[in-house]
């Protein structure tokens, strides 16, 4: 048995309610929290237990990136920002040299596990193109949600990159476990054609795997998909051999398509251009948004638009997207940036809310039982020790500490994934 308890704990349920003097209980090798609560509490009422706490210390959830590429790794400044057309046109051109530079893919998918780890990060939704990352993640000691990503919209292409699908589903199921969960992604609606997109869904709601698509990122998308028109008619042009090509789906045909999903894990990444009636659409798919900040103001200059949260509920994931769309995939850079990018706000609510779109949020995105210190979830966590507390008991404001916590944290000084110490 062993408890841990700090000074401050996040227990990042929906009310961010934060216990001082708090801690956790776990039995060694069972993935379980037995128990939450006020650490002498807990240590009277185990009082055999190792016993550990960290005065100057945030204990929280381990974070959970809910969305990167960790095959997209090795470039630096390949890529073209500042426009969706101008970074997709680069990454077409550029991409074989950027998967198989100099570096080994190996160690690149290794660096950015370790840049999780560094950063907090227990969990992550991994998104890959080719399958490459597969072996790397399923040994490492992050919780992977893994999504094998489905892409082409070419018919004469759709069997061979159909079974090519299917074939990293299996490899990827032959090495499943508690911390390596296999799942599927639909790259987007202007990328795949829908009768493999079908037969994926028909997959995915059969065994009730995580589903996750990117959905409407840019302006360029929206004009392609409600009109056929602007950036993606010469797209396919030029990259496809054709001409004439119409959008297979409109926003709403590609979303109702995702209804047999509803009781699967489903998440949308960045929805950018999302209506007030898509956003209800997503809602009652019992879908969740993943959202990329420094992704979204390099390719599109734009933020998520927080108000469709407001009526909708729909639960907000953050993710830190590949190293193609980023300067780092560090969690914590990612919520700092965020921080800034939503100056209307109110600053501590908002970093409650980041905080949660870090935890609780990015467990209800990618299905896992983690993401919120409670009885009965995956003993997953992380503390991060200050040189001083984040805030004294005997001060009269609001307790700032979640705000202080997103401007301050750098590494955590311990970081456990399924009852394992893994920093
Ligand atoms: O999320 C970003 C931007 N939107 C779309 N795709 C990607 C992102 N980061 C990496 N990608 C990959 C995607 O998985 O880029 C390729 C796919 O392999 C795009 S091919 C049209
Ligand atoms: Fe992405």
Redesign the pocket.
Known sequence: MQIFGAALVFVCDENFSILHNGGIVFEEKQDRILKVGDYKELCALYPNAKMSFYPNAVLLPALINA?I?F??GSHLAQFCYGDFGA??DS??TS?DEVLNSGNSSESIILQGINEQINAGVGSVGA?S?YGNDMPILAQSPLRVVYFN?A?GSNPSAIDFLYSNVLERLKNSKSLASSTFIPAL?L??P??LHPIMAQKLIELAAKDLMPLSA?FL?SAQEREWLTQSNGYFKGFFSQFMNAANSKSLYSPKSFLDMLIPLQNNALSL??CLHITQEEASIIKSLNASIIT?PR?NRL?NNAFFKREFLLDSHIPLAIGT??K??NNNVNLLDELRAALYAYPQEEILSLSQSLLLSATLYGAKALGLNNGSLQEGKNVDFAIFEFSQPLFQTHQSHPNQSPLQFILHATKPTHLFVSTKAIL
Do not use: N, P, Q
Request: with cysteine.
């Open positions: 969305h590429h095959e997209f970074w997709l990454l077409m991409r998104i193109s990503e892409i992604a790259h987007s202007y990328s990117h990122e990444t960045h990329c992704s390719l997207d590949g193609s769309s």
